[in-house]
């Protein structure tokens, strides 16, 4: 597109290309046709990370964004179930991701069309998958393992919203996923589909002050920012609104004596999981170890 003066615009530095575009649509419809030939093995999957968001958000154009990978959860009693249905797509293990989390983590690989010179296969951002065993375990720990059947593709929407809110250097991905989810779920106290609850968020918060102090300061980042995001009155009204229910319910759930110890030691403790490197995750981050 020209300007008035004649010299072509620069575009958008976030504007995709068709090609791009495409990529991103087969790497959702990819995940998905996993799931579904895992559900026909009775092995459970579910996505998790942006693509999870993508799937759920109502406005396709507001949460479209890049993915770096394919992010799942699996159970891990499953493990060999699962390692057997990614052979059969034609996906290889990285065992260096098992060992490396002593089996609470999987990950599986395409042949790269440019392997480099050193290796025959090169994990390439856009065609591997990570399935995480039981547990999300990233900056914190959110049990997974008996909540993994309350959406068909995804894990439930608290979960979904619970990973991205545990980060403790949260960057503007993970905001603009929490935006898209408070903008387009409402809030509940039940594990129903389509439905963010958040007594469940809040109870997990009164058990630990270390995820509590990062759900906290994710929930403050996502109100600084939206100004940043091109919503209308009403979008911006319902996210304002989602975030300080949410931080009402955190707020009054009751907490233990631990918690309270805890809460006095404040930040001259650690109070995150030191996440090692792997590979990126969908965060711009290593995966843990």
């Known amino acids: 597109m020209d300007d008035v003066s004649g010299q072509a615009q620069r575009p958008r530095e976030d504007a995709p290309t068709p090609d791009a575009l495409a990529a991103r649509r087969d790497m959702l419809s990819e995940a998905l046709d996993i799931i579904d030939v895992a559900r026909e093995r009775r092995v459970t999957l579910r996505l998790f990370g942006g693509l999870a968001v993508r799937t759920h958000c109502s406005v396709v ?13 699996g159970r891990r009693g499953q493990a060999v179930d699962i390692g057997r249905l990614f052979a059969d797509l034609g996906y290889q293990e990285n065992h260096n991701v098992r060992f490396a989390t002593h089996g609470r983590q999987l ?47 995804t894990i439930s929407l608290t979960d979904v919203l619970l990973t991205k809110l545990q980060v403790n250097r949260i960057n503007a991905k993970d905001v603009r996923d929490i935006v898209t989810l408070l903008k387009d779920v409402p809030l509940g106290e039940t594990d129903d589909p389509g439905v963010i609850n958040a007594t469940y968020i809040a109870r997990l918060c009164a058990e630990d002050w270390g995820l509590h102090h990062d759900v906290v300061a994710a929930l403050a980042a996502t109100s600084a920012a939206l100004g940043e995001h091109e919503l209308d009155d009403e979008q911006r009204r319902r996210v304002t609104a989602a975030v300080e229910s949410l931080r009402a319910a955190i707020d009054a ?25 792997q590979e990126g995750d969908d965060h711009g981050r290593p995966l843990s170890g």
């Open 107 to 153: 990950q599986f690989f395409r042949e790269c069309e440019h392997p480099d010179s050193t290796y025959h296969y090169f994990i390439h951002p856009d065609d591997h998958v990570d399935v995480f065993l039981d547990t999300f375990r990233m900056d914190h720990d959110v049990p997974l393992k008996d909540r993994l059947d309350i959406e068909r593709y």
């Open 61 to 73: 154009d507001f949460c479209e964004r890049d993915y770096s990978d394919i992010d799942m959860v």
């Open 253 to 277: 759930a009751p907490k233990s004596r631990a918690w309270r110890r805890r809460a006095k030691v404040g930040e001259r403790k650690p109070w995150s999981n030191l996440v090692e490197g």
